[in-house]
């Protein structure tokens, strides 16, 4: 029996929409397995939950907020209310708060660059190529 | 022909006595200043201009130390047998907000504490950060609190960042008679102090009288 592999998105939300999005498939097989809107709306409507444990949970990663179906909404709040949000099905906290640090690390590291303005979009193609890598190693 | 190192592979963690000269911030200040009131027409608008200059370092500086706290209470050595995870709070109160900025930012960025953290007595939405010599105008004649809209800009940033709307001013009291003053040495000593005074918005006031609960 071939396990439900469903395809993990990892989101980086600002103030208003998502500032970076990476995908994040195991197995190559292009069928119905790829990203589809309803991943994007089910991370949208997780937002809401996001916003009422702001404030009344004090630690960064919130572990899951929301599940739909088989998939759950996994969040980490930085201090300045960046969200990074991963949609995944079933994948353990520890192997999540893992990826959620390294990735904190490197958005640190990317806004001290004094040409990037707070809750803008993350163009960099070497921090794009670096969630892939950590992506790969933690989520897959 | 080596690669360029990208700020992706800078480390967060500095060491402890990494500081920039003050002559050398004075100068570059100064010339920030002056860039900007060649091209205001008004006071207000030069304290617009530096507000929003230290705004987006306010940002930044809330993420950098946020981080680096995380770290180092992750390097202590533990005290008791259990693990030491990582500390990755968030501040989510007024008052622990408050404290964050007038202990670790002023520390960060001034290299000692603010003087201190009062909330106003006349109005519920405000509190009040002093500072006997703020850098940004430590080299300014006569002491006029527009040079300190700068920091009231990082202040501001810093609230904004972390959830807590709020109009940050920048104003000068009189020094009292007894109050000890931690001049420059070199300098006469100031007459007057900064206060920097902080106003949150109504739905920040709100939240955190419900928390309170």
């Not at chain 1, 989101?11 to 500032?19: A, F, H, K, Q």
């Not at chain 1, 937002?47 to 009422?52: E, M, N, P, S």
């Not at chain 1, 990317?110 to 790969?136: A, C, E, W």
Request: aromatic share 10%.
């Amino acid at each position: 029996m071939n396990k439900q592999e469903s395809p993990l998105l990892f989101l980086i939300v600002g103030r208003n929409e998502p500032l970076y999005s990476s995908e994040f498939i195991s197995n190559q097989k292009p069928t119905s397995d790829s990203i589809t809107r309803q991943h994007y709306f089910v991370m949208h409507s997780a937002l809401d939950l996001v916003d009422k444990f702001a404030f009344t949970y004090p630690q960064m990663y919130l572990k899951t907020v929301d599940k739909v179906n088989h998939q759950m909404v996994s969040v980490f709040l930085t201090a300045s209310h960046v969200k990074f949000m991963v949609l995944h099905s079933g994948k353990g906290d520890d192997v999540l708060k893992q990826f959620f640090m390294e990735v904190y690390e490197l958005y640190v590291k990317l806004s001290m660059n004094p040409f990037y303005q707070f809750d803008t979009h993350i163009t960099s193609k070497d921090f794009d190529d670096r969630v892939r890598v950590l992506g790969m190693r933690y989520l897959l | 022909m080596s690669k360029p190192t990208s700020i992706l592979d800078r480390q967060i963690m500095r060491p402890k006595n990494d500081q920039v000269s003050m002559s050398a911030f004075a100068y570059l200040y100064s010339e920030l200043v002056q860039y900007h009131q060649t091209r205001v027409s008004s006071i207000s608008e030069l304290e617009q201009r530096l507000s929003s200059s230290g705004y987006g370092v306010g940002f930044k500086v809330l993420e950098l130390l946020a981080y680096r706290s995380k770290e180092q209470s992750h390097l202590t050595p533990p005290i008791s047998h259990t693990v030491d995870k990582p500390k990755t709070k968030r501040e989510t109160r007024i008052m622990a907000i408050l404290q964050f900025i007038s202990s670790a930012v002023w520390k960060s960025l001034f290299g000692r504490p603010a003087d201190s953290l009062e909330k106003s007595i006349d109005h519920a939405d405000e509190y009040m950060i002093f500072d006997c010599n703020p850098i940004t105008s430590n080299f300014v004649s006569v002491h006029q609190s527009s040079a300190d809209a700068y920091i009231s800009g990082i202040i501001a940033g810093v609230l904004e960042g972390a959830g807590f709307s709020a109009r940050v001013s920048a104003h000068t009291v009189d020094v009292e008679e007894g109050e000890s003053r931690n001049g420059y040495i070199g300098l006469p000593s100031r007459k007057d102090k900064a206060v920097f005074l902080v106003k949150f918005a109504e739905k920040v006031l709100q939240r955190d009288t419900a928390l309170e609960r």
